[in-house]
Structure formats: structure tokens, C-alpha cells
């Protein structure tokens, strides 16, 4: 069987096991890259560009040899143009054999790691490789899928994200019965493949048919769309395909804007959703926000200075859906938020009017170019009224004159934008903090969206023509 296109390593290295394929499988996310080499079916070495993933790395924390050895031995391998674990497997005091341990531990731990990549882009080229210097092993690579499916993600909600709603239908890919004829598999594996073979069937119908644990069940599909045994379906049934699935890259514009919700913000407003909301409505927005906002999409990326805003986003998210998912929990809610809000109204009043004057007095403070106390009234007034774009804009154009408080600056005018969608003043002002900042592209996007509501507009004209 050969291996066919796929959006992760699993279905590659799945299909490579059931036709005794021999190839390189290589990983990429961003600027690290991973590589397994497949012969005749058998996972036998990863390789990773990460130095403290290296196999000699490995080595010295099994305590079978100091660095300083390490070190002397990678120059002795370039002198003789050698692979150092080749060099190392012929040392008579390490023998291949003492080796093995360390690399099988290290070929796990990558697997593993790169499985729970969320944007992992695979490619696998077929061939055999040349491993005659390298120390290798021999894994069978659906069982180590399987078994990381029985552990990763260690949180059942995690899980479901993963899967999709209860609607989801999952789809046989037709290979299922090829990969698994010389493996012996799980009880709850098996009663999925059945329900599977039957017709197409939801997550959720799964959980009601299949006897066994809902973990157990869920883990079951998880394990089978890794090996490539079955994929996630649209409403009709069909498959979806990586390119079909694809969303839009998450930009940090969007992470902005979207990762910094009002701290009053109520579950309803976190979520994006209308308080008469129903219960699949509450599910749809939950998993929605899970697959595009997950803190694991931003780690090793551009976007990982961010992932301190989004665990706490993910962190409300989850929150709220746990809360107003539940039909008591959502009915004590709405109670306590209905006099809150009333609360609230009672006093906007008063800390409405203090945060209008708060506002005029920093924009006057700001005329004059008085920044510091400027920034002080500004400050107050979004503090006590988040709500006003106006009060943002003039605050993020203050912040936008200090180079070392761009990104406050850009914060405060993504909310502007966001309160106000039709401010054409806030979208010229982050296309000129974005220009001075010399994202071009970005900035270009700012200038077209304040065409979009005042195509006359000369400051973006005259903008776009210079970009």
C-alpha cells in the first residue's frame, strides 16, 4: 500500500506499514523539521534539526557518555567522515546493542512530540534510505499510533476538541481492514471499526452504540483518524481533505483583537453568542474557538509571545462552556448575570459620566502635548469605560508616538476597529503603525479596509500608491 496524502504523519507512516514501504517522512512546523525513516513497513530512526534532540544528546542523559566525550567524538567523525552513533556503536564499551535502548526512547519521544503538533505540515518520499552508519531499531509504527491515542491528550476535553462536536460524522477511508489484518487490536477499537463498517455514523451516535467507556470510545476514533483508517465527515457524510479543512492562517492582528475580550465580558460575550442561544449553538461556538484560539497552535510559532493571553482566553472559554452547556449551571447563571447587569446600570451612570470627563480631559492634555498626564486621563477613561471606540482610537494613537508601546497601541486600535467597524480614523491610524513599523502588508490591509467605508479617502490613497 502506498502512503497517500495526509495532514499528518500518522496515515503516512500507517499505510507505509501495511505494504512494507520504505521511505523518509519529514515534518515541518515553522523552522523545526523532523524526518523518520521507514524500511520495509518498520519505523527504525528519527532525526530532528533541534539540537537537544540529537541522538547524542540522548546518550549523554542516559549517562552512557559526558559531553566531553560527546564533543571529542563528533570531531573524530568528521575527521573520518563518519556519523558520531556509527563511530560511537563500534566503541567496545558501548556496544549497538546498549544503543538501542537510547535511540528507540528517542524515536518514541518524537513521534509523540510531533503528533500533538496541531499544524504539522508531512510529505513522504519513497526510497530506502542509506542508515548503514546509524544505530537503528525496529517499531511498528500503528501500535505506537494507537497507544499515543490511549494517552495524548491527557484531557478528555482536549479530546473533543480534537474529534469535533457530537455531529461529527466519521467516514471510513476503505483502508481500514489492510492496515489492522497482522495487528491484534483493542476491544473498543474493534466495536468502533463495526459500527463504522455499518454505515456512517456521529460522534455521538458512536458513544450511544458502542458499549464501552465514552473515553475509551473517543480514544478508539482518535487512534483510527491517526493511522488514516477514517477521517472526519461534513454533514453529508463526505470526507473532509486537509485542503478542505484548512482554515485561514491566525494572524496577529486577529489574536489581538480576538484574545483580549472585556474583563467583564460575560460567558455569552466570550463566546460570541446571543444570551437565547441553544445548546448546539454553545457546542458549535465552543469548538470553534477551541480549534482556531488553543494555546498549542501558537507554541513554537511567531505568535508564541502570545500564549500567555491565549491560556487565559482559552482558560474563560472553557468556563463558559462548561457553565451554560449545563441546563442548571446556565439557569443560575442567567439569574446572577440579570442582577449584575442591573447592577451595573445603576452605576454606569454615574462611572459613564466620570469616564466621558476622564476622556475629554486627556484628549484636550493630548492637544497640548502633555503625553504623560494625557496618558493617565486616556488610561482612566478605558479603564472605566471599555466600550467606546472613540476613547480606544485616541488612546492608541498616543500610545502609537512611543516606538517601545506599538503593541499597546495596536491593541487599543484592533478594539477601536472591533467596537466600531466603520471608523475609517482607526483604520489609518494602524496602517501608519504598521508602515512605521515596516509591515508593509499589514498595513495595506488597514488602508483598504478604510477605502471599503470612504472610497475618496486621500490619506489612504496617497498611502497605497507609496506602498
Known amino acids: 500500500m502506498r502512503p497517500g496524502p495526509a495532514s499528518g504523519p500518522g496515515p503516512y507512516l500507517a499505510a507505509a506499514a501495511a505494504g512494507n514501504g520504505s521511505g523518509l517522512l519529514t515534518v515541518t512546523r515553522g523552522k523545526l523539521r523532523r524526518i523518520f525513516c521507514v524500511e520495509k513497513g518498520w519505523l527504525v530512526l528519527a532525526l530532528s534539526n533541534l539540537v537537544e534532540e540529537q541522538p547524542l544528546e540522548y546518550v549523554a542523559r542516559a549517562g552512557l557518555l559526558s559531553h566531553a566525550a560527546i564533543r571529542q567524538l563528533t570531531e573524530d567523525a568528521k575527521r573520518a567522515n563518519r556519523r558520531p552513533m556509527g563511530l560511537l556503536a563500534e566503541h567496545e564499551a558501548i556496544p549497538r546493542d546498549a544503543l538501542r535502548p537510547v535511540v528507540e526512547a528517542m524515536v518514541r519521544d518524537l513521534l509523540t512530540s510531533t503528533l500533538e503538533w496541531p499544524d504539522g505540515t508531512a510529505s513522504w518520499s519513497g526510497g530506502t534510505p542509506d542508515l548503514s552508519d546509524e544505530v537503528t531499531v525496529r517499531l511498528s509504527p500503528i501500535p505506537l499510533l494507537l497507544a499515543h491515542a490511549r494517552a495524548y491528550p491527557s484531557s478528555p476535553d482536549a479530546l473533543r476538541v480534537r474529534l469535533g462536536p457530537p455531529d461529527t460524522r466519521l467516514v471510513s477511508t476503505g483502508n481500514a481492514r489492510g492496515l489492522f489484518t497482522s495487528i491484534r487490536l483493542d476491544a473498543s477499537v474493534e466495536q468502533v471499526l463495526e459500527r463504522l463498517d455499518q454505515g456512517i455514523h456521529t460522534i455521538g ?9 465514552s473515553d475509551a470510545v473517543l480514544r478508539a476514533a482518535y487512534g483510527l483518524i491517526l493511522v488514516g483508517a477514517i477521517r472526519p465527515g461534513d454533514a453529508d457524510g463526505k470526507g473532509v481533505g486537509p ?47 477551541a480549534r482556531r484560539y488553543h494555546p498549542d497552535r501558537l507554541r513554537a510559532t511567531p505568535l508564541a509571545d502570545l500564549l500567555p493571553a491565549a491560556e487565559v482566553f482559552f482558560a474563560r472559554v472553557t468556563e463558559a462552556y462548561n457553565t451554560l452547556s449545563k441546563a442548571d449551571l446556565r439557569k443560575e447563571y442567567d439569574v446572577l448575570r440579570m442582577q449584575s447587569k442591573r447592577t451595573e446600570e445603576a452605576a454606569r451612570s454615574d462611572t459613564g459620566f466620570l469616564a466621558r470627563q476622564n476622556f475629554l480631559r486627556g484628549r484636550t492634555l493630548a492637544r497640548e502635548k502633555k503625553v504623560q498626564e494625557a496618558l493617565t486621563f486616556l488610561e482612566n477613561a478605558v479603564r472605566m469605560d471599555d466600550g467606546q471606540a472613540d476613547y480606544h482610537l485616541e488612546l492608541g494613537q498616543l500610545l502609537a508616538r512611543n516606538p ?58 496617497e498611502a497605497l500608491a507609496e506602498l
Open 243 to 289: 485542503e478542505e479543512a484548512r482554515e485561514p492562517e491566525l494572524t496577529r492582528e486577529e489574536c489581538l483583537q480576538r484574545l483580549n475580550p472585556p474583563a467583564h465580558a460575560d460567558h455569552y460575550q466570550v463566546l460570541g453568542l446571543d444570551s437565547r442561544a441553544g445548546g448546539d449553538a454553545i457546542r458549535s461556538a465552543y469548538y470553534a474557538l
Open 205 to 213: 451516535e458512536l458513544l450511544q452504540l458502542v458499549p464501552a467507556d
Open 404 to 461: 517601545r508601546r506599538r503593541e499597546d497601541a495596536e491593541r487599543h486600535l484592533l478594539r477601536a476597529t472591533t467596537l466600531a467597524p466603520a471608523s475609517v480614523p482607526a483604520y489609518l491610524a494602524l496602517g501608519s503603525l504598521y508602515r512605521r513599523s515596516g509591515r508593509k502588508e499589514h498595513a495595506g490591509r488597514q488602508y483598504r479596509e478604510a477605502l471599503r467605508w470612504d472610497p475618496e479617502n486621500a490619506e489612504a490613497l
